[in-house]
């Protein structure tokens, strides 16, 4: 996705404001989508030149419940919207609406809630307790003994199955 300058998009809403086209006309003159104009004057009326700059956050689910709720009761679109409570990618909004209507409440939760941070915790590993080492060496011990007995069983199949056939065998 293209990053705009905010003179850029000052320019482009002035352009719009004075009347020298529409937005469908300044989208083709600006090699922009419609879309992002009628965006950027709808912030650039509610909030001025703030409403342009870029701008990272992270809305809490009430926030996102609230905003949903304004919608619905104003029959406002996710762009109007997202222009009155200063949201700058109308489609965030689609987005909240989508996670309602498909896991409820709970469902607008944080990103880090829903998405682990996959960065993996970075402690030294504890050094092993004399009674781990004890009990390791134990089982290793042990496994040995299991290893050795399996052996000596195979061995002692492979002894009979040996003597059975070298046998001479009845016939009836």
Known sequence: MKKYQT??????????????????LLARQWSVPEEKIRTWVSHYRLHGVDGLRPKRSTYSAQFKLKVLSHQDREQLSSRQVAAIYDIRNPNQVVVWRRKLDEGGVEALGNREQEHPS???????????????????????????????????????????????????????
């Open 7 to 24: 003179e850029f998009k000052l320019k482009v809403v002035k352009s719009f404001l004075a009347g020298d086209g529409g937005a469908k």
């Open 118 to 172: 996959m960065k993996k915790d970075q402690h030294c590993p504890a050094p092993p307790s004399i009674s781990t080492t004890d009990s390791v060496e134990a089982l290793r011990e042990e496994n040995e003994q299991l290893r050795a007995e399996v052996a000596y069983l195979k061995k002692l199949q492979a002894l009979i199955r040996s003597k059975r056939s070298v046998a001479p065998t009845k016939r009836v």
